[in-house]
């Protein structure tokens, strides 16, 4: 290209609407919508920041980040040469850029987020940073506004990119618990684990015109479904029409709005904050020096008993997914009658379904009576397309939920069975919120002032499994898998194609020591030789005596406590990391 040529290019720009071509200088003006057709093309975070808060009051937020590449993670480029490209493309430390403002007279913190950076993934440090502008907000008690624009979480930071839509998530719970407004701005696009958690559970949710909102991106769900997607599916019409947003606000109108909307807020009294700011996430309470020590009947198993030589030698992660996958793998179900006593099944979300793909009722273990939810698969062909491969619907996930308050207010602990390939993808789940119903829940069991243990029995898939998976302690079976994406979805979109799903297994770390290690998972429940579903008692056997090993410290714990807990565990996924690097293999 001649410098003429480059320069013609810096002074006008194509629209991706109506191919007109336009002035810059005009378009800028016009707060890039396209003056012909209404296109709102995309903006950089700096940008967004400029057009919605008043001049000068812009205070930005220190972004001192947390440690890089946590996973040592390599796909055909190593993460932080793809960290470091996006910096020096975009000119900014991270997908987010946070800080405070005014807006019309109206003090809020922001965070607002870049898609050029990484695709606006969110990883450990992303969430960090919104996490410290929601906890600035609590301190400055005022409102917090999110401007979101991702494809999701984080792949190259595996499963502690899930963490953080929890992390985020019980930040904005302390939002709420204060009568602090909080209230996202979904622009184009905001996809996966940001959908599936702090962009749908604000109290109020805006879309920008044209913006497009979802759990599964539209690929994803023709891929799975083999179906073409409905005119405007997805988009932020589509969403209003299907109860999913307060309403579509076009780019000029946005910051009037939202300084209307602060306007409100400030006029109502606050109610009272009920639950007392956090400790700084490096003063952790261990939970083990809150809890009584453990039953003394000698039920203890051996915990992350992967190397004592009774074990086979480690396997290799692909090796791990095929197992976790196997069609004789204990279920939910079979959990329900070999490890537990009187289950009595619930049904329902109460709103228009009930999800075959997630069971729960109230059973005993040994004697107490405890509510648990777990998904569902089946052995045969035919079991599993009953139960839709365990991917629940948003009625599975709202029953799920239902249950949860449910045991809250009964006062019994929730133990939750993971095992899930994922959140159902299909065209009917986005229509119902899928995005919105995996982020109450996340956001809920942030709060739940009941004992909630989760066991990861089989597959640990991304949102889905972290809807149930919000908890106390968080055990996994020796053989199961937990993981932010599917080896075959990151290999499909990091490597050249999915033949390379074994590569991204390992670069994953997605098997129960890696995450023992990285501290996602407190224990390992061994399994017998050679695998679950070769001995499915011992398996029973293990399960039930790690359940109560677990479980019956917390019952003496107070709610306000285990809250608070709860809240320490997962805050710590990115603040503080030193020490839990996994050694590359
Ligand atoms: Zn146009």
């Given at each position: 290209m001649t410098a003429a040529a480059g320069q013609e290019e810096q002074l006008w720009s194509r629209c991706a609407g109506c191919a007109s071509l336009l002035y810059r200088k005009r378009l800028r003006r016009n707060l890039?919508?396209?003056?012909?057709?209404?296109e709102h093309s995309r903006l950089g975070a700096p940008e967004r920041l400029r057009q919605l808060v008043d001049p000068g009051s812009l205070r930005l937020l220190p972004d001192r980040l947390p440690e890089a590449d946590p996973l040592n993670f390599v796909d055909v480029l190593p993460y932080p040469h793809r960290l470091t490209a996006a910096r020096a493309a975009?000119?900014?430390?991270?997908a987010v850029l946070c800080g405070t403002a005014t807006i019309g007279g109206h003090p809020a913190a922001l965070a607002v987020m870049d898609f050029r950076f990484l695709g606006g993934s969110l990883g450990a440090a992303v969430g960090e940073l919104i996490t410290r502008t929601a906890e600035r907000a609590l301190d400055d008690r005022a409102p917090l506004i999110l401007v979101t624009a991702s494809g999701g979480a984080r792949m190259q930071e595996g499963a502690l990119s899930l963490m953080q839509m929890a992390t985020v998530s019980q930040a904005i719970a302390a939002l709420r618990e204060a009568g602090l407004l909080t209230v996202s701005v979904l622009t184009d696009p905001t996809y996966g684990g940001v959908a599936a958690s702090f962009a749908t559970n604000t109290d109020l949710v805006l879309a920008e015109s044209g913006a497009r909102m979802g759990f599964a991106g539209p690929r994803v769900i023709r891929q799975v479904t083999g179906r073409a997607l409905p005119e405007g599916f997805q988009t932020a019409d589509f969403l209003l029409r299907h109860g999913q947003v307060d309403m579509v606000v076009q780019r000029r109108s946005l910051r009037g709005r939202l300084a209307a909307l602060l306007a409100a807020a400030r006029t109502g009294r606050p109610a009272q904050a009920s639950v007392p700011r956090q400790e700084p996430a490096r003063h952790h309470e261990r939970l083990a020096d809150a809890v009584?020590?453990?039953?003394?009947?000698?039920?203890r198993p051996p915990t992350a008993a992967v190397d004592d030589g009774t074990q086979p030698a480690v396997r290799d992660a692909w090796d791990t997914v095929r197992t976790a996958r196997h069609p004789g793998r204990p279920t939910t179900l079979d959990y329900l009658d070999?490890?537990?006593?009187g289950f009595v099944e619930l049904h329902g979300d109460r709103l228009g379904g009930d999800c075959p793909a997630i069971v729960g009722g109230i059973a005993r273990l040994a004697g107490r009576h405890v509510m648990v939810v777990g998904h569902q698969k089946g052995h045969t062909t035919a079991d599993l397309v009953a139960r839709n491969f365990g991917m629940a619907s948003p009625a599975g996930h709202r029953k799920a939920l239902r249950l949860m308050r449910l045991a809250a207010r009964l006062g019994l602990p929730v133990v939750t069975l993971v095992d899930t390939p994922g959140a159902d993808p299909g065209i009917s789940a986005e229509e119902q919120g899928q995005a919105a119903a995996i982020a109450e829940n996340i956001l809920t069991l942030t709060v739940l002032p009941t004992p909630v243990v989760t066991v990861i029995t089989g597959e640990g898939g991304s949102g889905g499994a972290l809807a149930l998976g919000v908890a106390d302690r968080v055990l996994m079976l020796q053989h199961a898998v937990y993981s932010v994406i599917s080896p075959e979805g990151c290999a499909a979109i990091l490597w050249p194609d999915r033949s390379a799903a074994p590569q991204a297994a390992r670069a994953l770390r997605l098997t129960a020591p890696d995450l023992c290690r990285l501290g996602v998972v407190d224990e390992i429940i061994p399994e017998p030789a050679t695998a679950a579903h070769d001995d499915p008692a011992e398996t029973a056997r293990r399960l039930r005596a790690a359940l109560l090993a677990n479980l019956v410290p917390l019952l003496d714990v107070p709610p306000a406590m285990l809250v608070r807990l709860r809240r320490q565990r997962f805050r710590r996924f990115g603040a503080t990391r030193a020490g839990t690097q996994v050694g590359a293999r």
């Amino acid at each position: 290209m001649t410098a003429a040529a480059g320069q013609e290019e810096q002074l006008w720009s194509r629209c991706a609407g109506c191919a007109s071509l336009l002035y810059r200088k005009r378009l800028r003006r016009n707060l890039d919508v396209c003056p012909e057709c209404g296109e709102h093309s995309r903006l950089g975070a700096p940008e967004r920041l400029r057009q919605l808060v008043d001049p000068g009051s812009l205070r930005l937020l220190p972004d001192r980040l947390p440690e890089a590449d946590p996973l040592n993670f390599v796909d055909v480029l190593p993460y932080p040469h793809r960290l470091t490209a996006a910096r020096a493309a975009t000119g900014l430390p991270e997908a987010v850029l946070c800080g405070t403002a005014t807006i019309g007279g109206h003090p809020a913190a922001l965070a607002v987020m870049d898609f050029r950076f990484l695709g606006g993934s969110l990883g450990a440090a992303v969430g960090e940073l919104i996490t410290r502008t929601a906890e600035r907000a609590l301190d400055d008690r005022a409102p917090l506004i999110l401007v979101t624009a991702s494809g999701g979480a984080r792949m190259q930071e595996g499963a502690l990119s899930l963490m953080q839509m929890a992390t985020v998530s019980q930040a904005i719970a302390a939002l709420r618990e204060a009568g602090l407004l909080t209230v996202s701005v979904l622009t184009d696009p905001t996809y996966g684990g940001v959908a599936a958690s702090f962009a749908t559970n604000t109290d109020l949710v805006l879309a920008e015109s044209g913006a497009r909102m979802g759990f599964a991106g539209p690929r994803v769900i023709r891929q799975v479904t083999g179906r073409a997607l409905p005119e405007g599916f997805q988009t932020a019409d589509f969403l209003l029409r299907h109860g999913q947003v307060d309403m579509v606000v076009q780019r000029r109108s946005l910051r009037g709005r939202l300084a209307a909307l602060l306007a409100a807020a400030r006029t109502g009294r606050p109610a009272q904050a009920s639950v007392p700011r956090q400790e700084p996430a490096r003063h952790h309470e261990r939970l083990a020096d809150a809890v009584p020590p453990a039953a003394a009947d000698g039920q203890r198993p051996p915990t992350a008993a992967v190397d004592d030589g009774t074990q086979p030698a480690v396997r290799d992660a692909w090796d791990t997914v095929r197992t976790a996958r196997h069609p004789g793998r204990p279920t939910t179900l079979d959990y329900l009658d070999s490890v537990f006593d009187g289950f009595v099944e619930l049904h329902g979300d109460r709103l228009g379904g009930d999800c075959p793909a997630i069971v729960g009722g109230i059973a005993r273990l040994a004697g107490r009576h405890v509510m648990v939810v777990g998904h569902q698969k089946g052995h045969t062909t035919a079991d599993l397309v009953a139960r839709n491969f365990g991917m629940a619907s948003p009625a599975g996930h709202r029953k799920a939920l239902r249950l949860m308050r449910l045991a809250a207010r009964l006062g019994l602990p929730v133990v939750t069975l993971v095992d899930t390939p994922g959140a159902d993808p299909g065209i009917s789940a986005e229509e119902q919120g899928q995005a919105a119903a995996i982020a109450e829940n996340i956001l809920t069991l942030t709060v739940l002032p009941t004992p909630v243990v989760t066991v990861i029995t089989g597959e640990g898939g991304s949102g889905g499994a972290l809807a149930l998976g919000v908890a106390d302690r968080v055990l996994m079976l020796q053989h199961a898998v937990y993981s932010v994406i599917s080896p075959e979805g990151c290999a499909a979109i990091l490597w050249p194609d999915r033949s390379a799903a074994p590569q991204a297994a390992r670069a994953l770390r997605l098997t129960a020591p890696d995450l023992c290690r990285l501290g996602v998972v407190d224990e390992i429940i061994p399994e017998p030789a050679t695998a679950a579903h070769d001995d499915p008692a011992e398996t029973a056997r293990r399960l039930r005596a790690a359940l109560l090993a677990n479980l019956v410290p917390l019952l003496d714990v107070p709610p306000a406590m285990l809250v608070r807990l709860r809240r320490q565990r997962f805050r710590r996924f990115g603040a503080t990391r030193a020490g839990t690097q996994v050694g590359a293999r």
